[in-house]
Protein backbone atom coordinates (compact mmCIF):
# COMPACT_ATOMS: atom_id res chain seq x y z
CA UNK A 1 0.00 0.00 0.00
CA UNK A 2 1.35 3.26 -1.01
CA UNK A 3 0.87 6.59 1.71
CA UNK A 4 1.66 9.84 0.05
CA UNK A 5 1.54 13.29 0.72
CA UNK A 6 1.65 15.95 -1.22
CA UNK A 7 5.58 16.99 -0.32
CA UNK A 8 5.79 13.17 -1.29
CA UNK A 9 4.49 13.69 -3.96
CA UNK A 10 6.32 16.61 -5.63
CA UNK A 11 9.40 14.66 -4.37
CA UNK A 12 9.13 11.98 -6.52
CA UNK A 13 7.98 13.56 -10.06
CA UNK A 14 10.71 15.88 -9.34
CA UNK A 15 13.47 12.79 -8.88
CA UNK A 16 11.71 11.30 -12.29
CA UNK A 17 12.35 14.64 -13.83
CA UNK A 18 15.66 15.04 -13.04
CA UNK A 19 17.08 11.87 -13.61
CA UNK A 20 14.89 12.25 -16.83
CA UNK A 21 17.38 15.15 -17.83
CA UNK A 22 20.82 12.90 -16.32
CA UNK A 23 19.82 10.02 -18.36
CA UNK A 24 19.25 12.21 -22.17
CA UNK A 25 23.04 14.12 -21.08
CA UNK A 26 24.68 10.89 -20.63
CA UNK A 27 22.71 9.27 -23.65
CA UNK A 28 23.78 12.34 -25.66
CA UNK A 29 27.47 12.19 -24.66
CA UNK A 30 27.56 8.67 -26.05
CA UNK A 31 25.73 9.02 -29.46
CA UNK A 32 26.87 12.41 -30.71
CA UNK A 33 29.39 12.50 -33.24
CA UNK A 34 31.92 15.52 -32.00
CA UNK A 35 33.25 16.79 -29.28
CA UNK A 36 31.34 19.93 -29.34
CA UNK A 37 27.75 18.28 -29.76
CA UNK A 38 28.85 16.24 -26.78
CA UNK A 39 29.15 19.33 -25.00
CA UNK A 40 26.32 20.97 -26.13
CA UNK A 41 24.32 17.76 -25.22
CA UNK A 42 25.47 17.02 -21.77
CA UNK A 43 26.49 20.69 -20.20
CA UNK A 44 22.69 21.94 -20.53
CA UNK A 45 20.45 18.61 -19.89
CA UNK A 46 22.85 17.74 -17.21
CA UNK A 47 22.95 20.86 -15.44
CA UNK A 48 19.18 21.27 -15.61
CA UNK A 49 19.19 17.62 -13.96
CA UNK A 50 21.56 17.98 -11.58
CA UNK A 51 19.50 21.15 -9.74
CA UNK A 52 16.23 19.67 -10.02
CA UNK A 53 17.21 16.57 -8.19
CA UNK A 54 18.67 18.99 -5.76
CA UNK A 55 15.56 20.96 -5.22
CA UNK A 56 14.15 17.40 -4.48
CA UNK A 57 16.13 17.29 -1.87
CA UNK A 58 14.86 20.50 -0.52
CA UNK A 59 11.79 19.38 -1.08
CA UNK A 60 11.82 16.42 1.02
CA UNK A 61 13.38 17.55 4.17
CA UNK A 62 11.95 20.47 4.42
CA UNK A 63 14.34 22.43 6.42
CA UNK A 64 15.44 26.04 5.86
CA UNK A 65 19.48 25.37 6.14
CA UNK A 66 19.14 22.52 3.87
CA UNK A 67 17.37 24.09 1.24
CA UNK A 68 19.82 27.36 1.23
CA UNK A 69 22.91 24.83 0.78
CA UNK A 70 20.76 23.15 -1.81
CA UNK A 71 20.49 26.52 -3.29
CA UNK A 72 23.73 27.37 -3.26
CA UNK A 73 24.65 24.28 -4.62
CA UNK A 74 22.64 25.11 -7.64
CA UNK A 75 23.57 28.52 -7.90
CA UNK A 76 27.65 27.10 -8.09
CA UNK A 77 26.38 24.84 -10.50
CA UNK A 78 24.74 27.03 -12.50
CA UNK A 79 27.98 28.97 -12.71
CA UNK A 80 30.85 26.46 -13.20
CA UNK A 81 29.19 23.96 -15.40
CA UNK A 82 29.62 27.00 -18.63
CA UNK A 83 33.03 28.07 -17.51
CA UNK A 84 34.33 24.49 -17.67
CA UNK A 85 32.41 23.87 -21.16
CA UNK A 86 33.54 26.85 -22.67
CA UNK A 87 37.02 26.40 -21.09
CA UNK A 88 37.45 22.63 -22.63
CA UNK A 89 35.51 23.83 -26.04
CA UNK A 90 38.43 26.24 -26.47
CA UNK A 91 41.03 23.94 -25.68
CA UNK A 92 39.75 20.91 -27.81
CA UNK A 93 39.42 24.05 -30.61
CA UNK A 94 43.27 24.83 -30.02
CA UNK A 95 43.85 20.95 -30.00
CA UNK A 96 42.30 20.85 -33.39
CA UNK A 97 40.12 18.31 -32.79
CA UNK A 98 38.08 17.19 -35.60
CA UNK A 99 34.35 18.31 -36.21
CA UNK A 100 31.93 16.55 -37.91
CA UNK A 101 31.64 15.83 -41.61
CA UNK A 102 28.32 17.47 -41.16
CA UNK A 103 29.12 20.70 -39.66
CA UNK A 104 28.09 23.83 -41.62
CA UNK A 105 29.61 26.50 -39.57
CA UNK A 106 32.70 27.24 -38.57
CA UNK A 107 33.23 30.93 -37.90
CA UNK A 108 37.26 30.36 -36.70
CA UNK A 109 37.91 28.55 -39.93
CA UNK A 110 41.14 29.94 -41.25
CA UNK A 111 40.93 32.50 -38.46
CA UNK A 112 42.83 30.83 -35.95
CA UNK A 113 46.43 30.04 -35.80
CA UNK A 114 47.56 26.75 -34.00
CA UNK A 115 50.98 27.51 -33.93
CA UNK A 116 50.62 30.79 -32.21
CA UNK A 117 47.40 30.65 -30.36
CA UNK A 118 46.62 33.94 -31.97
CA UNK A 119 43.26 34.70 -33.52
CA UNK A 120 42.86 36.82 -36.58
CA UNK A 121 40.09 39.54 -36.67
CA UNK A 122 39.63 38.83 -40.73
CA UNK A 123 39.94 35.34 -42.18
CA UNK A 124 43.03 35.13 -45.42
CA UNK A 125 39.98 34.03 -47.41
CA UNK A 126 39.26 34.06 -51.23
CA UNK A 127 37.46 37.16 -52.23
CA UNK A 128 33.99 35.46 -53.16
CA UNK A 129 33.77 34.14 -49.92
CA UNK A 130 34.59 37.28 -48.15
CA UNK A 131 31.87 39.44 -50.09
CA UNK A 132 29.46 37.28 -49.09
CA UNK A 133 30.21 37.40 -45.81
CA UNK A 134 31.14 40.73 -45.27
CA UNK A 135 27.72 42.23 -45.68
CA UNK A 136 26.48 41.98 -42.14
CA UNK B 1 5.84 2.43 1.36
CA UNK B 2 5.77 5.61 0.20
CA UNK B 3 5.57 7.04 -3.31
CA UNK B 4 9.21 8.29 -3.08
CA UNK B 5 10.72 5.05 -2.39
CA UNK B 6 8.66 3.59 -5.20
CA UNK B 7 10.54 6.12 -7.93
CA UNK B 8 14.05 4.79 -6.16
CA UNK B 9 13.05 1.95 -8.24
CA UNK B 10 13.30 3.78 -11.12
CA UNK B 11 15.54 6.97 -10.35
CA UNK B 12 18.30 4.63 -9.04
CA UNK B 13 18.70 2.30 -12.22
CA UNK B 14 18.16 5.25 -14.97
CA UNK B 15 21.30 7.33 -13.45
CA UNK B 16 23.85 4.21 -13.36
CA UNK B 17 22.67 3.32 -16.56
CA UNK B 18 23.37 7.16 -17.31
CA UNK B 19 27.07 6.45 -15.18
CA UNK B 20 27.56 2.83 -17.64
CA UNK B 21 26.54 5.08 -20.94
CA UNK B 22 29.41 7.70 -19.65
CA UNK B 23 32.44 4.92 -18.98
CA UNK B 24 31.72 4.01 -22.29
CA UNK B 25 32.73 7.36 -23.45
CA UNK B 26 35.71 7.50 -21.34
CA UNK B 27 37.13 4.47 -22.94
CA UNK B 28 35.78 5.27 -26.45
CA UNK B 29 36.54 8.55 -26.43
CA UNK B 30 38.67 9.23 -29.44
CA UNK B 31 40.47 12.42 -27.95
CA UNK B 32 41.69 13.53 -24.20
CA UNK B 33 39.24 16.74 -24.58
CA UNK B 34 36.06 13.80 -25.18
CA UNK B 35 37.62 12.00 -21.99
CA UNK B 36 37.80 14.96 -19.78
CA UNK B 37 34.20 15.67 -20.61
CA UNK B 38 33.05 12.21 -19.44
CA UNK B 39 35.25 12.58 -16.73
CA UNK B 40 33.63 16.22 -15.67
CA UNK B 41 30.12 14.02 -16.69
CA UNK B 42 30.44 11.19 -14.58
CA UNK B 43 30.94 13.59 -11.34
CA UNK B 44 28.23 15.55 -12.37
CA UNK B 45 25.89 12.17 -13.03
CA UNK B 46 27.68 11.39 -9.48
CA UNK B 47 26.70 14.25 -7.78
CA UNK B 48 22.82 13.60 -8.72
CA UNK B 49 23.27 10.48 -7.47
CA UNK B 50 24.20 11.81 -3.97
CA UNK B 51 21.26 13.74 -3.90
CA UNK B 52 18.91 10.80 -4.61
CA UNK B 53 21.28 9.04 -2.06
CA UNK B 54 20.36 11.87 0.91
CA UNK B 55 16.37 10.89 0.00
CA UNK B 56 16.87 7.45 -0.66
CA UNK B 57 18.58 6.93 3.09
CA UNK B 58 17.26 9.82 4.63
CA UNK B 59 20.67 11.00 5.37
CA UNK B 60 20.64 15.18 5.01
CA UNK B 61 24.84 14.71 4.82
CA UNK B 62 25.10 13.65 1.18
CA UNK B 63 24.04 16.84 0.17
CA UNK B 64 27.26 18.09 1.40
CA UNK B 65 28.88 15.54 -0.30
CA UNK B 66 27.19 16.62 -3.48
CA UNK B 67 28.41 20.01 -3.17
CA UNK B 68 32.02 19.20 -2.32
CA UNK B 69 32.05 16.98 -5.48
CA UNK B 70 31.01 19.48 -7.76
CA UNK B 71 33.78 22.22 -6.21
CA UNK B 72 36.12 19.43 -6.90
CA UNK B 73 35.03 18.30 -10.31
CA UNK B 74 35.08 21.85 -11.30
CA UNK B 75 38.57 22.27 -10.16
CA UNK B 76 39.79 19.02 -11.85
CA UNK B 77 38.21 20.19 -15.25
CA UNK B 78 39.90 23.56 -14.94
CA UNK B 79 43.12 22.13 -14.97
CA UNK B 80 42.55 19.27 -17.34
CA UNK B 81 41.62 22.24 -19.30
CA UNK B 82 44.73 24.32 -18.73
CA UNK B 83 46.88 21.23 -19.79
CA UNK B 84 45.30 20.41 -22.99
CA UNK B 85 45.62 24.33 -24.08
CA UNK B 86 49.27 24.48 -22.90
CA UNK B 87 50.55 21.26 -24.17
CA UNK B 88 51.12 21.74 -27.89
CA UNK B 89 51.20 17.86 -28.62
Known amino acids: ?136 | MTLTTLAMYIVLPMLSIAVIFVLLRLIRGPKMPDRVVALDLMATVGMGGMAVYAIATEQAVFLDVATVLALISFLGTTAFAYYLQRRPE
Open chain 1, 1 to 136: MITTNLGDMVTAILLLIGTFFMFVGALGLLRMPDLFMRMSATAKAVTMGVSTLLIAVAVHFNELGLGTRALATIAFVFITTPIAAHMIGRAGYARQVKLWEGTIVDELRGRYDPETGELLSRPPVPAETAASEGTD
